[in-house]
């Protein structure tokens, strides 16, 4: 099947396996550098929770049972903009030695908090944006997802593979990373189970939302590829995958310094 050689394709790109997570526990970052990484992350995945125009899309060109399956996975992102500010919070929190947040639902306050963070770590990276606080890189992911406001076959074919490949690096790369450095580590004595640590449960495991929306992805392309299509649905998937992989490079490298303290066979 087509979209199980998509699925492999994604498997075996560097961004699959990419080391950030590993280097951020042997870094063991300041609190600026963790506010500064939180930042940009945050920054691209709120690019990929809203669908804009992508399951109207779908419904015009005949796929409506596709539609739902991608309609399902943004119904499931609500409020996990609020969720993943106060587990950002709650790290922060604990790091330091008083509290910096006293509201940790108080989501502007955490975010402009980490945005400055970044601005002082990342400005003199080029093509940093200060009003933002964006690294070009990140913007670059971000505008992957833009793609989704764009109309026609050919853009539904890119941002279904786009799709794909995001729900994949997020329920197998993104989020077990995030559990492995922030939860697993022991670095910030968070747990699981802390009311503040919602969005990672949410998000984690095979019950969690990105094993659902890995498999609603999945189940909407396996029906539309085909031997005519396959080369946009799998461009797609490489624009996002390339663009990721490029955020977290800098990030690896300028924040945890990734290139020159420690090599793979360290
Ligand atoms: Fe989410
Ligand atoms: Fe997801």
Same mark, same amino acid.
């Given at each position: 099947?087509?979209?199980?050689?998509?699925?492999?394709?994604?498997?075996?790109?560097?961004?699959?396996?990419?080391?950030?997570?590993?280097?951020?526990?042997?870094?063991?970052?300041?609190?600026?550098?963790?506010?500064?990484?939180?930042?940009?992350?945050?920054?691209?995945?709120?690019?990929? +929770?809203?669908?804009?125009? *992508? /399951?109207?899309? %779908?419904?015009?060109? $005949?796929?409506?049972?596709?539609?739902?399956? #991608?309609?399902?996975?943004?119904?499931?992102?609500?409020?996990?903009?609020?969720?993943?500010?106060?587990?950002?919070?709650?790290?922060?929190?604990?790091?330091?030695?008083?509290?910096?947040?006293?509201?940790?639902?108080?989501?502007?306050?955490?975010?402009?908090?980490?945005?400055?963070?970044?601005?002082?770590?990342?400005?003199?990276?080029?093509?940093?944006?200060?009003?933002?606080?964006?690294?070009?890189?990140?913007?670059?992911?971000?505008?992957?997802?833009?793609? +989704?406001?764009?109309?026609? *076959? /050919?853009?539904? %074919?890119?941002?279904? $593979?786009?799709?794909?490949?995001?729900?994949? #690096?997020?329920?197998?790369?993104?989020?077990?990373?995030?559990?492995?450095?922030?939860?697993?580590?022991?670095?910030?004595?968070?747990?699981?189970?802390?009311?503040?640590?919602?969005?990672?449960?949410?998000?984690?495991?095979?019950?969690?939302?990105?094993?659902?929306?890995?498999?609603?992805?999945?189940?909407?392309?396996?029906?539309?590829?085909?031997?005519?299509?396959?080369?946009?649905?799998?461009?797609?998937?490489?624009?996002?995958?390339?663009?990721?992989?490029?955020?977290?490079?800098?990030?690896? /490298?300028?924040? %945890?310094?990734?290139?020159?303290?420690?090599?793979?066979?360290?």
């Amino acid at each position: 099947m087509l979209v199980e050689k998509l699925v492999n394709y994604i498997e075996n790109h560097s961004c699959f396996s990419h080391p950030i997570f590993k280097n951020w526990v042997r870094a063991e970052p300041s609190v600026e550098v963790v506010s500064a990484l939180f930042h940009q992350i945050r920054s691209f995945c709120d690019s990929t +929770r809203p669908v804009y125009n *992508l /399951a109207e899309n %779908l419904v015009k060109n $005949g796929f409506s049972k596709e539609s739902d399956l #991608i309609a399902s996975i943004a119904e499931s992102e609500k409020n996990h903009g609020p969720e993943l500010a106060t587990m950002a919070g709650h790290i922060i929190n604990k790091m330091s030695a008083n509290t910096v947040f006293d509201n940790l639902y108080d989501q502007q306050c955490i975010e402009n908090y980490m945005k400055e963070k970044s601005d002082l770590l990342l400005e003199r990276l080029p093509g940093y944006d200060k009003k933002t606080g964006l690294l070009i890189q990140t913007k670059a992911s971000r505008n992957v997802f833009e793609g +989704r406001k764009e109309k026609g *076959l /050919a853009s539904l %074919l890119k941002n279904l $593979g786009a799709t794909l490949a995001l729900e994949i #690096i997020s329920h197998r790369q993104l989020i077990p990373g995030e559990k492995y450095c922030l939860v697993d580590s022991k670095l910030y004595g968070v747990s699981l189970e802390d009311e503040e640590m919602h969005y990672l449960s949410e998000h984690w495991g095979e019950a969690g939302a990105e094993a659902m929306h890995e498999e609603a992805a999945y189940n909407a392309l396996k029906s539309i590829m085909d031997t005519d299509n396959n080369s946009l649905v799998f461009l797609g998937a490489s624009l996002f995958l390339e663009s990721l992989s490029s955020l977290w490079d800098v990030l690896d /490298a300028a924040l %945890l310094g990734s290139g020159h303290r420690w090599n793979e066979a360290a």
